[in-house]
């Protein structure tokens, strides 16, 4: 069991950038891989990043190749996501997904461990 709490979120000018922090509890913390997600204004909870457990390997939604990068810090329990050349559609609530699997796919049924989210708005 882990508990994932999201911090980092707020509203940002179209080009700026926003850096989320994910904190997970428990010592087991590197045995985790780790995802984003997040979920636009009347549409469903959508796939955008996930590390592995070393933090070697990371996989991107096409939307945000090369402006997102997802990192984690497994001695402080954190996953981080920089969001960089925010776009409007980048608008969402963000969340923190957690799974046991080494490398879980980009379905949400997929990951057991969920994050309360935070919102992010990209204003004109």
């Known amino acids: 069991q882990v508990q994932l709490v999201e911090s980092g979120g707020g509203l940002v000018q179209v080009g700026g950038s926003l850096r989320l922090s994910c904190a997970a509890s428990g010592r087991t913390f590197s045995n985790y891989t780790m995802g984003w997600f997040r979920q636009p204004p009347g549409k469903e909870r959508e796939f955008v990043a996930r590390?592995?457990?070393?933090?070697?390997?990371?996989n991107y939604a096409d939307s945000v190749k090369g402006r997102f990068t997802i990192s984690r810090d497994n001695a402080k329990n954190t996953v981080y996501l920089q969001m960089n050349s925010l776009k409007p559609e980048d608008t969402a609530v963000y969340y923190c997904?957690?799974?046991?699997?080494?490398?879980?796919?980009?379905?949400?049924?997929?990951?057991?461990?969920w994050g309360q989210g935070t919102q992010v708005t990209v204003s004109s």
């Open positions: 590390i592995s457990y070393s933090g070697r390997s990371t």
């Open positions: 997904a957690a799974d046991t699997n080494p490398w879980p796919g980009v379905r949400i049924d997929e990951y057991d461990y």
